[in-house]
């Protein structure tokens, strides 16, 4: 009989440690070439998301920074009492329904006293915003002293003339393939000359709601409706999302119901914001009958569609607080109760902020769910109340994105614009909250 030593016929030997180090060496090179082809793989992604990146942002300020201001034509206006006020009464009544078009018209004559044909004259006239006639108006009920006297006022220019002193419009563009004509462009170059064209801050952009003109729309009322809808997607999402946190968390009993809970909240979070919209349509409109297009119904759809984020995020920070916390506070007699309102939520409460100003972010820039509930309207009127029809930015950019004039571009990038700015600097304070409460265990 062989020994174990002896039976050698098949055996594979053992490699010896000389070996495998040489097979680590030999193996060395190609490591390192692929982590360094993985390394180049990474930056060259990072690389090309923030190129593109760039890009977008550059393409949208170097369209929309126009936004923010307005090109004004100056023009002398006559207060003549013979037009605005003949009986001399200064009643309220006569002042405002006072002809302050045909002063208008009668101040851009005078600086071009060679037109002469009705469609020339036409085309003069709207060298200036429609508005012209109401900022007299304005100005005359708030100064009657104004009357018989005379005064260089400063008047929007319309969007198209706003657009050719931008840059916006090429004057060698054949004629045919633009909307301003060469005869409005040389009386454009005239008042120029003559020092009767300036850039000034556009304040109607700050401050005033939507209009069928672009040289009158403004993001204010948009903005109001933003405020308005947040508000009650935070009065409602907040305290229903942190008291849900809590309560699976910290008191309900694992069982399969709380799991069919879990994976439902995990689930809503994934569900395409068009479907909370659809909710929103067939409950608050159709079966409760709630106001459309109302910031009211706004607030109630994304708060059911910020809910499952802020849940998942209030969870999320009570976990991270150490189970010695808990142990600690119902060792020394505190009830569950007690233990969770007063040692628990408060170390608790900066994750859940965090979450909760991330999914106002989120809601911030939403536009499917509101369109289905009808705040696509076209909202002139800055909105008053929580049951007023209003719009938010992210419908607002929708509108003018979709409108054919060329001034409107420049109103959609701006909008955006100042939509991004409000997202980074919610995003922000997120971050700076969570620097500054956030405690390292």
Same mark, same amino acid.
């Given at each position: 009989?062989?020994?174990?030593?002896?039976?050698?016929?098949?055996?594979?030997?053992?490699?010896?440690?000389?070996?495998?180090?040489?097979?680590?060496?030999?193996?060395?090179?190609?490591?390192?070439?692929? *982590?360094?082809?993985?390394?180049?793989?990474?930056?060259?992604?990072?690389?090309?998301?923030? %190129?593109?990146?760039?890009?977008?942002?550059?393409?949208?300020?170097?369209?929309?920074?126009?936004?923010?201001?307005?090109?004004?034509?100056?023009?002398?206006?006559?207060?003549?009492?013979?037009?605005?006020?003949?009986?001399?009464?200064?009643?309220?009544?006569?002042?405002?329904?006072?002809?302050?078009?045909?002063?208008?018209?009668?101040?851009?004559?005078?600086?071009?006293?060679?037109?002469?044909?009705?469609?020339?004259?036409?085309?003069?006239?709207?060298?200036?915003?429609? *508005?012209?006639?109401?900022?007299?108006?304005?100005?005359?009920?708030?100064?009657?002293?104004?009357?018989?006297?005379?005064?260089?006022?400063? %008047?929007?220019?319309?969007?198209?003339?706003?657009?050719?002193?931008?840059?916006?419009?090429?004057?060698?563009?054949?004629?045919?393939?633009?909307?301003?004509?060469?005869?409005?462009?040389?009386?454009?170059?005239?008042?120029?000359?003559?020092?009767?064209?300036?850039?000034?801050?556009?304040?109607?952009?700050?401050?005033?709601?939507?209009?069928?003109?672009?040289?009158?729309?403004?993001?204010?009322?948009?903005?109001?409706?933003?405020?308005?809808?947040? @508000?009650?997607?935070?009065?409602?999402?907040?305290?229903?999302?942190?008291?849900?946190?809590?309560?699976?968390?910290?008191?309900?009993?694992?069982?399969?119901?709380?799991?069919?809970?879990?994976?439902?909240?995990?689930?809503?979070?994934?569900?395409? @914001?068009?479907?909370?919209?659809?909710?929103?349509?067939?409950?608050?409109?159709?079966?409760?009958?709630?106001?459309?297009?109302?910031?009211?119904?706004?607030?109630?759809?994304?708060?059911?569609?910020?809910?499952?984020?802020?849940?998942?995020?209030?969870?999320?920070?009570?976990?991270?607080?150490?189970?010695?916390?808990?142990?600690?506070?119902?060792?020394?007699?505190?009830?569950?109760?007690?233990?969770?309102?007063?040692?628990?939520?408060?170390?608790?409460?900066?994750?859940?902020?965090?979450?909760?100003?991330?999914?106002?972010?989120?809601?911030?820039? *939403?536009?499917?769910?509101?369109?289905?509930?009808?705040?696509?309207?076209?909202?002139?009127?800055?909105?008053?109340? %929580? @049951?007023?029809?209003?719009?938010?930015?992210?419908?607002?950019?929708?509108?003018?994105?979709?409108?054919?004039?060329?001034?409107?571009?420049?109103?959609? @990038?701006?909008?955006?614009?100042?939509?991004?700015?409000?997202?980074?600097?919610?995003?922000?304070?997120?971050?700076?909250?969570?620097?500054?409460?956030?405690?390292?265990?």
């Amino acid at each position: 009989m062989n020994s174990p030593t002896e039976n050698t016929g098949n055996a594979v030997p053992e490699p010896t440690p000389g070996r495998v180090m040489d097979r680590v060496r030999a193996s060395l090179p190609k490591r390192y070439a692929a *982590e360094r082809r993985f390394r180049l793989y990474g930056i060259t992604a990072i690389s090309l998301g923030l %190129f593109f990146l760039s890009a977008l942002f550059a393409d949208i300020a170097g369209k929309g920074y126009t936004a923010f201001v307005q090109t004004h034509v100056g023009l002398d206006i006559h207060f003549d009492e013979d037009l605005i006020d003949p009986q001399g009464t200064r009643s309220q009544h006569a002042l405002s329904a006072a002809d302050y078009a045909g002063l208008v018209r009668s101040a851009l004559r005078d600086v071009f006293p060679d037109v002469s044909s009705r469609g020339d004259k036409r085309k003069l006239y709207r060298l200036v915003s429609s *508005e012209a006639p109401f900022i007299l108006r304005e100005r005359v009920l708030a100064k009657p002293e104004l009357i018989g006297n005379s005064a260089r006022i400063w %008047f929007p220019a319309d969007d198209e003339v706003d657009q050719f002193h931008k840059g916006k419009v090429d004057r060698n563009t054949p004629e045919s393939d633009r909307t301003l004509s060469d005869q409005s462009i040389g009386w454009i170059d005239q008042l120029d000359a003559a020092g009767r064209i300036e850039t000034r801050l556009n304040t109607t952009f700050l401050s005033a709601g939507d209009s069928r003109d672009p040289e009158l729309a403004g993001i204010w009322g948009a903005v109001v409706g933003s405020f308005l809808t947040l @508000s009650v997607t935070l009065l409602l999402s907040f305290p229903i999302g942190v008291a849900t946190a809590i309560y699976l968390e910290e008191f309900a009993p694992k069982n399969r119901w709380t799991d069919l809970i879990e994976v439902n909240i995990n689930n809503l979070a994934a569900v395409p @914001s068009i479907v909370f919209g659809l909710l929103g349509l067939a409950m608050f409109l159709s079966f409760f009958g709630m106001p459309r297009s109302s910031a009211l119904v706004g607030g109630l759809v994304l708060s059911l569609m910020t809910l499952p984020t802020i849940i998942i995020a209030g969870r999320t920070a009570l976990k991270s607080v150490p189970p010695s916390i808990r142990e600690a506070a119902l060792g020394v007699g505190a009830s569950k109760m007690q233990m969770v309102t007063d040692h628990v939520l408060p170390l608790a409460l900066p994750g859940m902020l965090t979450g909760t100003i991330i999914g106002m972010a989120q809601a911030l820039g *939403e536009t499917a769910p509101l369109l289905m509930i009808g705040m696509v309207a076209f909202i002139v009127d800055i909105p008053g109340g %929580f @049951s007023d029809p209003a719009t938010v930015l992210p419908v607002q950019i929708y509108l003018w994105a979709d409108s054919p004039e060329r001034a409107f571009v420049e109103k959609t @990038s701006g909008a955006i614009l100042v939509l991004l700015g409000f997202l980074i600097g919610m995003n922000a304070l997120a971050v700076m909250l969570r620097k500054k409460f956030e405690r390292r265990w």
